[in-house]
């Protein structure tokens, strides 16, 4: 490429990413775990229940939309003709769809759920979609909530909260030894608990490097690759830990090298929220212009953007019993003030400066493309105030609508790369020489 | 009747001279779990911010594919409709509602706000806790807002007047279930609107002479009983179509009909606990329906009490709670063989299109209902 400015190479790292998720993969055919359907992110105790495995269904479901646009099509109608609403989420439409088809996208049959942990989210459809798996057959379902509140954090009001939080947690765990028969294991909790740390430190630094290096040593097209490693895609703890320090370990040695993900970087950009995963094309688009994606508070592992100081118990604290153990993995603050969901409520004016500004400047970008998603409350609410703060604050923004980054439906293609050249021909941009 | 419909049509100027002659404040909530006795206890006036349609060139501005009440409620905000309002509290519930509070919060910035937490996981030993909890910090917060103290004689006040309201409203009611109601559904929705933004104690004096009169007055006839589940409504549009085409709805299944005074709070010497377990204890919507699920037993309990002949779900489109909860209703509707008419508004009621849906639907049902030989009903319909 003739404007090419820095040196690139493909990440090192790809190859185990494609080993371990290709082992998780096999492992899922061959597997008769307990299914449990519920959001892996919040589920975080699974391993230490060696015969459980945890399935969610928004991977599952953009998967479905992403392989074919038929199937999922037919999945949405089995799902409307059985009163589920036209614009909810295209995740659930899909999934559910297929659960009431009986067959997956691949013509396997629907794997069987034997119970549910519905994800405590502020997200309305979210919050409602894991009581499908018990109306479809009786199964038993335990529930948790994500509580929050807005202004300064209020520790007498948390206190409420956090017993609420951990009594939810240990009632499941509790009930699933009783129901299921299974021994969950305390000692691995722990284990979990401290390799998490590691990981997340991990994350935190990989997203500080991306952030805060120009040019960019890997771009969020890439990190989709590998980021649902470790929570949505489970796998062996201590393998977990030992991709991810790999993973660190090659991204800083590419930014203290100026390797890029994209040679000819000269323009960051920010989105906000999951991209259209069946359209992931666009972001080779862009890199037509020069221009990298840094991603979203939805991909970014560090909260360090938000100024918001992460309150947790000390490193030391002793985890003797399962109590502690979920206590402190359930977090002493109720609002999980790093949750990517709750900025829309919380991490906005007149509470502070809006989130996407500080991740817009944090990451260096020159613009943002925020999509609006006819069928996802959660992924648009408040989206359209952003965009006018990002715009007072200097970032030049593009909207572009669809139906939901499950759901193709509403996405017009062509009109989207043709709104993408506008946009970049608007900041006086041109398509690179290839 | 019609002046429950016109309370609703002046309800600003209503709360305008409430303030006037009382120089108390007035609080406007969102969202159907608001306790609305702490606020009265703080000698407040809770209005329910019920939505109006007006020309709206504003709201797509600020928000992209909310449903219509939450669109109309914005566009009265920021057109100043509402600024007579002196506090805006919201509960954890629908997210549009809560982007309605949000832009509010943002653009007309009341001298009060507050955002109340309330769990979706409704049945856990520890909900109650939760709830009660946050009713404290929102009484602390109004008794520092208006620097009086909300004592427990105020509260117990307010409890019992709006225990009262409950009482006075299910006694209306419960005399929808005769074989030929005394009020037709428009009125009854009127009424119910009507209370959520008056002062409870006047209202129900009201009431308590609406009854009187309600015992004297003649049936309105013969028709199709129906049911009205689904979105929360703001006015009566809807049962008074239902009306033109020779039906009634006898019962609802709404946040802004039976759900909103259905249960009453069952005193305790812990207040706050009192009224945590009366709004956890609620027919909930879907959203706090989100264990156990209690709403399609209910809606079912409603039609076999108010002996409907048919159900009519209205579903407001870009409303995320039924259209995840609807599915569980038909399937028990259908397993029980109970007809329902399912349809999505939009910006206000589109009347032709829902007149004839609503035609076919009642079309379809009167054949049924005339071969139940002997039956009062057979030769009127």
Redesign the interface.
């Known amino acids: 490429m003739k404007e090419q400015v820095w040196e690139t190479r493909p990440l090192e790292c790809w190859a185990k990413a494609k080993e371990l998720r290709a082992e998780w993969q096999a492992n899922i055919a061959k597997d008769d775990k307990i299914v449990g359907q519920g959001n892996t992110y919040f589920v975080d105790w699974q391993e230490a229940f060696p015969a459980i495995r945890i399935v969610e269904d928004n991977p599952a479901g953009s998967m479905i939309q992403a392989k074919s646009s038929p199937f999922a099509r037919k999945c949405r109608l089995a799902s409307e003709i059985r009163g589920w609403g036209r614009e909810i989420c295209g995740y659930h439409g899909n999934i559910w769809g297929s659960q009431f088809l009986g067959y997956d996208e691949n013509g396997a049959p629907f794997a069987r759920r034997h119970f549910v942990v519905p994800f405590p989210c502020v997200c309305d459809s979210h919050a409602k979609r894991g009581q499908q798996v018990r109306d479809f057959e009786p199964v038993p379902q335990w529930m948790s909530d994500q509580c929050m509140y807005l202004g300064p954090r209020d520790e007498d009001r948390e206190e409420a909260m956090n017993e609420h939080k951990a009594y939810c947690t240990l009632r499941q765990i509790n009930d699933i030894e009783r129901v299921f028969g299974q021994k969950f294991d305390d000692e691995k909790m722990v284990e979990m608990i401290h390799s998490g740390h590691v990981e997340r430190e991990c994350r935190s630094e990989i997203s500080r490097l991306m952030a805060q290096t120009v040019p960019a040593p890997i771009s969020v097209k890439d990190m989709y690759s590998f980021y649902t490693l470790g929570f949505l895609t489970r796998i062996d703890p201590q393998k977990n830990l030992d991709f991810w320090k790999l993973v660190r370990d090659e991204i800083k040695w590419r930014a203290e090298n100026h390797i890029a993900a994209l040679g000819t970087e000269r323009f960051r950009w920010i989105e906000a929220h999951p991209p259209s995963w069946h359209f992931l094309k666009y972001y080779r688009y862009m890199e037509q212009y020069g221009a990298v994606c840094l991603g979203s508070q939805y991909t970014s592992g560090s909260g360090d953007y938000k100024g918001i100081e992460r309150v947790t118990y000390p490193e030391d604290t002793p985890l003797l019993t399962r109590e502690d153990a979920i206590r402190y993995s359930d977090t002493p603050n109720a609002r999980e003030p790093v949750g990517f969901k709750q900025d829309e409520y919380m991490n906005r004016p007149p509470y502070g400066e809006d989130v996407l500004i500080k991740f817009a400047r944090y990451n260096q970008a020159n613009g943002a493309l925020l999509a609006l998603w006819r069928c996802g409350v959660g992924c648009t609410l408040t989206r359209k105030e952003q965009a006018m703060r990002l715009r007072e604050a200097g970032f030049s923004v593009l909207h572009y609508e669809g139906s939901q980054p499950g759901d193709r439906t509403d996405l017009d293609e062509k009109r989207f790369l043709n709104q993408l050249d506008n946009w970049m021909e608007s900041q006086g941009m041109q398509k690179l020489e290839s | 009747m019609d002046k429950f419909k016109e309370m609703i049509a002046h309800r600003h100027e209503y709360a305008k001279a409430w303030k006037a002659r009382t120089g108390g404040k007035v609080v406007g909530w969102f969202e159907p779990y608001f306790p609305e006795e702490l606020a009265y206890a703080a000698g407040m006036l809770p209005v329910r911010v019920l939505a109006e349609h007006e020309t709206d060139v504003i709201t797509d501005?600020?928000?992209?594919?909310a449903c219509y009440p939450v669109r109309d409620i914005v566009n009265l905000i920021l057109r100043g409709r509402y600024d007579y309002i002196d506090g805006y509290v919201t509960v954890?519930g629908?997210?549009?509602m809560?982007?309605a509070f949000?832009?509010a919060?943002?653009n007309k910035?009341a001298p009060f706000t507050h955002?109340l937490?309330l769990?979706?996981?409704t049945?856990?030993?520890?909900?109650k806790?939760?709830v009660?909890?946050?009713f404290e910090?929102l009484k602390g917060k109004f008794e520092a807002w208006t620097g009086k103290e909300i004592t427990k004689e105020a509260l117990d006040n307010a409890i019992e007047v709006y225990n009262k309201n409950r009482r006075l409203l299910r006694c209306i009611y419960e005399l929808r279930r005769a074989d030929s109601p005394a009020l037709l559904g428009s009125e009854a929705m009127n009424i119910v609107l009507a209370s959520q933004v008056m002062d409870k104690a006047e209202m129900n004096q009201i009431l308590e002479k609406l009854l009187d009169e309600l015992e004297d007055r003649k049936p309105v006839g013969d028709k199709i009983r129906l049911m009205l589940v689904g979105s929360e409504t703001f006015d009566s549009r809807l049962e008074e179509l239902v009306e033109s085409l020779g039906g009634n709805i006898v019962i609802d299944e709404l946040d802004t009909g039976s759900s909103y005074f259905w249960n009453e709070t069952y005193p305790q010497r812990d207040r706050l606990m009192a009224l945590s377990l009366r709004y956890l204890g609620r027919p909930h919507n879907?959203?706090k329906d989100?264990?156990w699920?209690r709403r399609p037993q209910h809606i079912f309990e409603l039609s076999e009490d108010y002996h409907v002949d048919g159900v009519i779900i209205a579903?407001q489109?870009?409303?995320?709670?039924?259209?995840?909860?609807?599915?569980?209703?038909?399937?028990l509707l259908r397993e029980r063989n109970i007809p329902f008419l399912?349809f999505e508004r939009d910006t206000g009621l589109p009347e032709e299109d829902t007149e004839l849906r609503l035609e076919a639907f009642m079309n379809m049902l009167r054949p049924g209902l005339t071969r139940l030989v002997g039956w009062h009903k057979a030769m009127s319909l």
């Open positions: 501005k600020w928000m992209y594919a954890e629908c997210q549009w809560f982007n949000e832009v919060d943002n910035k955002y937490f769990p979706d996981y049945d856990a030993p520890t909900s806790d939760v009660r909890s946050e910090v879907p959203i989100s264990n699920r579903k489109i870009y409303c995320h709670l039924h259209g995840t909860d609807n599915y569980a209703v038909w399937k399912f």
